[in-house]
């Protein structure tokens, strides 16, 4: 006898159209595959989106931190404050530049960074703070920014999560000093791989856009355009460039958002109202932000026990995240201790990413209500 195969429902997914793939099939058919116009009208349609002056594209959102980390100059002996709970990338990007990474607790109720606790491990080796904009909730920009500019420190925005929110009616892009976005396929639109970075300081663009490219001056199409094969590599590069085909799709995509942000806020509302009077804990969100919803997260009891149940019932809930310096690499480089960010701990026991894009049916939604509530229920 077969058995049957159950369909899961993922936490995230990519939504990708006939007008999408007609995008990318024009740039292949077209004389440039890299370092051609489709990147820079992808960093103007994205840098207008937020209101900011510059784009900088890049191969990924990690690639957008470490090259904000360049561009402020991090370097060995600073120290930049960043928040337990979030990727491994938001920390790695300061340690690629020889920083030392410093672990911030977060609000109990919203998991963003605790300025409180900011202010605490601020010392005269600090030299930046990046505030991480979980699940797609603003961080309070304007407590940071106080902070910040009282210490002399640079702010940089870790908007991976968060294209389209809104801080105090201000889209994320135009709240730090460096703002940087991620197109990952999970993510509100998609290059398939990829990131960007956006300022209003020019400086810090023209520096990341050298040093996407090796540390090189120019690119091969601004070389062409002068009819010249001569360059200077002027600092150490990588080799962080974003192709004209991905940008051409992202292009396309960056259309869509308005409406799939509206999507994605419905189904945070439905998951609102269907956990209200159960035990099923969604987090805050503050009254003057306009959420993103890349993410929707709940806090449950007996966390482990209910994401086997889930997954084995075909709802393809993740979570996010265990606290970054509790990982080995951060213990043994640092020597990063349990206790030093308590309330990012307690958390991480217990969050719960459930499945929200802007695909997912009011079925399929029903179905993963259905299916958390019956197993918090029955686990207790």
Known sequence: MRMKTIKTIPYGRQSVAEDDIAAVTEVLCSEWLTTGPKVPAFEEAVAGYCGARH???????????????????IETGDEVIVPAITFAATANCVVYQGGRPIFADVEEDTLLIDSEDVIQKITDRTKAIIAMDYAGHPCNYEVLSNIAKKHD???????????????????????????????????HITTGEGGMIVTNNTYFADRMRMFRNHGITSDHRQR???????????????????????????IS??????????????????????????????????PKCSHAYHLYVVRVPQRDKIFNILRESGIGVNVHYAPLHLHPYYRSKFNCQPGICPKAERAAESILSLPIFPALSDLEQTQVITAINTAVTDSQ
Not at 160 to 180: F, I, K
Not at 261 to 285: C, G, P, V, W
């Open 55 to 73: 784009g900088v594209a890049v191969s990924s959102g990690t690639a957008a931190l470490h090259a904000a980390m360049y561009a402020i100059g």
């Open 153 to 187: 420190l640079f702010l940089i925005a870790d908007s991976c999560h968060a294209l389209g929110a809104e801080y105090r009616g201000r889209r994320t892009g135009t709240l730090a000093d460096l703002t940087t976005f991620s197109f990952h396929p999970v993510k």
């Open 224 to 250: 062409a355009e002068k009819h010249t094969w001569k360059y200077d590599m002027v600092d150490l590069g990588y080799n962080y460039r974003l192709s004209d085909i991905q940008c051409a799709l992202g």
């Open 253 to 286: 995509q960056l259309k869509k958002l308005p409406n799939w942000l509206k999507r994605r806020q419905e189904i945070a509302a439905r998951y609102d109202k269907a956990f209200m009077k159960t035990n099923i804990r969604s987090l805050s969100k503050h």
